[in-house]
């Protein structure tokens, strides 16, 4: 009787501690994104008004932080940015279905699942450079200044650059091409000044760029890529700008264009003459 007893109060025990598990739903699909260190934990789907939200985050080994503003929350992300401050490191974080804010539960555990793993300094997507480009005087060198994004970190006070956190070991790759071609060209480098050198003089190049970090994984190497810009043609040459039967043809209608004149010209003078000649003959003379 009593081995009855005490297998029931398990049994009841087990089921008890599994309705509070499932009280609530399980929240779903639970990914990171980040560019540039601006990190959001997103997941589905949208509660209802009977739960909320609460995100739980750590280091591996470490006691688990929590979001203030993801604290019983209706929203599906949580801006983790400020807080994963230990870049090298790497994160997981817990959502946890609880009951809405204001109202309180006898459970001491809740529905949670755990998300992928996440280390902002190899993980975080870099994003678009901008930059600008001028010619050197000798026309064959074109220098791209780029502008080193700017992250979601702060150190007393001023916002990170991208260089300010990779430093050295931060890239750039420059691809470019003729305007009116399709055959790229790639080059690294490891300034945020790049001279371009060797080009065709006086012709058009088009550039992108795009941060290069070569000691992550392939996969997470190269940033986004620039909008493209080219460069002004200097100097060309006429017959490098127009094939020669395009500089024949305008020659030939030029040509055509002052012949044309002309011959209107002198049917007009012709035509002038000869209503001047014919009013004269057809005067009388005046009596003397």
Not at 2 to 17: D, E, N, P, R, Y
Not at 113 to 128: A, H, K, L, N, V
Not at 187 to 197: A, C, E, Q, R
Request: hydrophobic share 35%.
């Amino acid at each position: 009787m009593k081995l009855q007893t005490s297998l029931f109060m398990v049994l009841l025990s087990t089921h008890c501690a599994s309705g509070a598990a499932d009280s609530y739903p399980r929240a779903q699909n639970v990914t990171w994104s980040s560019t540039n260190f601006k990190t959001i934990l997103s997941w589905e789907p949208k509660p209802s008004a009977d739960y909320s939200y609460t995100v739980e985050f750590s280091v591996a080994g470490e006691n688990r932080e929590r979001n203030p503003h993801c604290i019983r929350s209706t929203a599906t992300v949580c801006d983790l940015s400020v807080f994963l401050t230990k870049l090298n490191s790497c994160y997981t974080a817990d959502v946890l279905s609880e009951p809405p804010l204001g109202t309180t539960s006898d459970d001491t555990e809740f529905p949670h699942i755990t998300s992928p793993r996440f280390c902002p300094y190899q993980d975080t997507e870099i994003g678009r450079p901008d930059f600008n480009l001028t010619v050197d005087e000798d026309k064959r060198t074109t220098i791209l200044h780029v502008a080193d994004p700017l992250t979601a970190l702060f150190e007393d006070s001023r916002q990170l650059s991208i260089r300010d956190v990779f430093l050295e070991k931060l890239h750039y790759k420059v691809s470019y091409r003729k305007q009116k071609s399709t055959g790229t060209k790639t080059l690294m480098y490891n300034s945020s000044v790049i001279k371009v050198g060797n080009l065709d003089k006086g012709e058009s190049y088009c550039f992108n760029v795009q941060a290069y970090i070569p000691l992550r994984s392939p996969e997470k190497q190269l940033g986004q890529m620039s909008a493209t810009k080219c460069s002004h043609k200097h100097d060309q040459a006429i017959f490098k700008v127009y094939s020669p039967a395009v500089i024949a043809g305008g020659i030939l209608f030029i040509l055509l264009v002052i012949g044309l004149i002309i011959t209107v010209t002198m049917i007009y003078w012709k035509q002038k003459r000869k209503a001047l000649k014919s009013g004269t003959e057809g005067c009388p003379l005046r009596d003397v």
